[in-house]
């Protein structure tokens, strides 16, 4: 039987918790990969895994990235990650958030959790019933923190800006088509910022009547889910689920830009070499989308306030541009350079 030492996303991660709670049927993972910054931070992901070895492998994956994302953001901030096991009725009792609460609070600070795919708001102001070490709660208008998608929108659609300068030498994203694939909360903020440039926009996600109503909004196109990948466009904007930046879907793409904020979109390390070597420019997934994480470290760490929020997210393009720089001067994929600085920041190099 394989350890979980033996696994090939297990990176050295200061811990992984298994929790069970019988009564009210919660099962769930949380992962600290490092806390060399500060405590390991990271939202909490409910969804369903068919296999709950795809349940490990995605934590395991998601911290390292959070680890790599808040030291390249320059937060005060290790990285962590929990994933909820949802059953397939995807069913979510408050019984069973605050079973995940109790677990959060018995390590102590050591893990911060947040919102991520399938929980909302509410779901973290109940799991703070029962911990304090949460962040994106609500809060009062002009105060820092909240819901963290349209921070994680508003960084993205800045390194979308950065990317399209970089490869296609434009200011502006006017009159460029951009391939969105999801129609989510930070899907749909980057949809409605680029169109607001001029920007033509294509969009997809398996629930089509999203993207419908997303493309409306906008004045786009919305495709099929299996469509999005092959358009012929300017920008690529993967904004959904990961790993699909692979040996199949890489030679298919048919733009010079891959630039969005899902996480972890590449399958395997080496499918950042397969992208450099189709001249393709890639932006780092945890650079691009730190918006989030920079608006929740802010109101955990008490830190600054909503124009620091902004002035903290307005940098992520210069980050992009050192880590192309150093692509371009050294012929690394964008990814490896990424990865390395990151390391470096955290003490791995």
Avoid: C
Wanted: proline share 5%.
């Amino acid at each position: 039987m394989q350890s979980l030492w033996d696994l090939p996303d297990f990176d050295d991660h200061e811990a992984v918790h298994f929790v069970t709670d019988r009564d009210s049927g919660l099962k769930a993972i949380i992962a600290m990969h490092s806390t060399a910054l500060g405590p390991a931070a990271g939202g909490t992901r409910f969804w369903h895994y068919p296999d709950p070895n795809q349940a490990v492998a995605d934590v395991l994956r998601l911290s390292r990235g959070m680890s790599y994302k808040n030291a390249m953001a320059g937060l005060n901030l290790g990285g962590g990650k929990a994933v909820i096991l949802a059953g397939p009725d995807r069913i979510k009792t408050p019984e069973m958030l605050a079973a995940f609460g109790n677990a959060v609070d018995r390590l102590g600070g050591n893990y911060v959790t947040a919102e991520d795919v399938g929980i909302t708001v509410a779901d973290i102001v109940a799991i703070a019933q029962q911990t304090k070490y949460v962040s994106g709660l609500p809060v009062t208008e002009g105060a820092v923190g909240g819901d963290p998608g349209p921070h994680t929108s508003y960084g993205v659609y800045l390194g979308v800006r950065a990317a399209a300068k970089r490869a296609l030498g434009k200011d502006s994203l006017d009159g460029l088509h951009i391939a969105i694939q999801g129609a989510g909360s930070v899907a749909g903020g980057v949809a409605r910022l680029a169109a607001k440039d001029g920007a033509r926009i294509s969009i997809a996600d398996i629930d089509q009547a999203r993207a419908q109503k997303v493309a409306d909004e906008v004045g786009g196109i919305a495709v099929s889910p299996d469509e999005i990948m092959t358009l012929e466009a300017d920008i690529f904007s993967p904004n959904a689920l990961g790993a699909i930046l692979n040996e199949q879907s890489i030679p298919a793409l048919r733009v010079p830009v891959v630039a969005g904020g899902a996480n972890n979109q590449l399958a395997r390390p080496e499918d950042g070499d397969r992208l450099h070597a189709r001249g393709i420019l890639y932006a780092p997934d945890y650079v691009i989308n730190a918006g989030g994480i920079i608006n929740v470290a802010t109101e955990y760490l008490k830190d600054g306030d909503k124009d620091e929020v902004r002035r903290r997210i307005e940098r992520i393009p210069h980050r992009l541009e050192e880590i192309w720089a150093e692509s371009a001067a050294t012929g690394r994929n964008p990814a490896a350079v990424a990865d390395a600085m990151a390391q470096r920041l955290i003490g791995r190099a």
